[in-house]
Structure formats: structure tokens, C-alpha cells
């Protein structure tokens, strides 16, 4: 599955398209940086990986899925 990142992680940068690698544990918590803000809500981490090779670990409200 494609998704366009909402922000940086890592070597990978903001607006790029990933693919979603495997499910890679929760975020527990999130701070007021995060791109949605704070928020005590669990989300699902995801291992994204880029064209180039880069792959990070992402919370799924990061991502934006792509058709």
C-alpha cells in the first residue's frame, strides 16, 4: 500500500511516497512537534520504506493513503 508522509522521518523527507512495509508496534503518546499534536490516543507504528531504500518507523496519523 502506498502513503504520502506528512512529515520528516529520518532520511526521509515531507510529501514523499512510501510503502507501507509491516505494522511495527503503537505510539503511545504524542507530543505538541507531532504533526497532529498532543494526544494520549495509541496509534498504530508502521515501517515505511521510500524509493531509495530509507526505511523508518511512522505513526499511521503521519501518513495520508494514497489510491
Known amino acids: 500500500m502506498k502513503a504520502k508522509l506528512l512529515c520528516n522521518a ?3 523527507q515531507e510529501e514523499t511516497a512510501v510503502e507501507i512495509v509491516t505494522h511495527a ?5 504524542r ?4 504533526v497532529g499534536g498532543p494526544s494520549t490516543i495509541p496509534a ?3 515501517e515505511v520504506a521510500d524509493d531509495e ?9 503521519d501518513l495520508e493513503v494514497l489510491p
Open 25 to 29: 508496534g503503537m505510539n503511545e503518546t
Open 31 to 34: 507530543s505538541a512537534r507531532d
Open 44 to 46: 498504530p507504528v508502521y
Open 10 to 12: 529520518g532520511a526521509i
Open 53 to 61: 531504500g530509507h526505511v523508518e518507523k511512522v505513526d499511521t496519523r
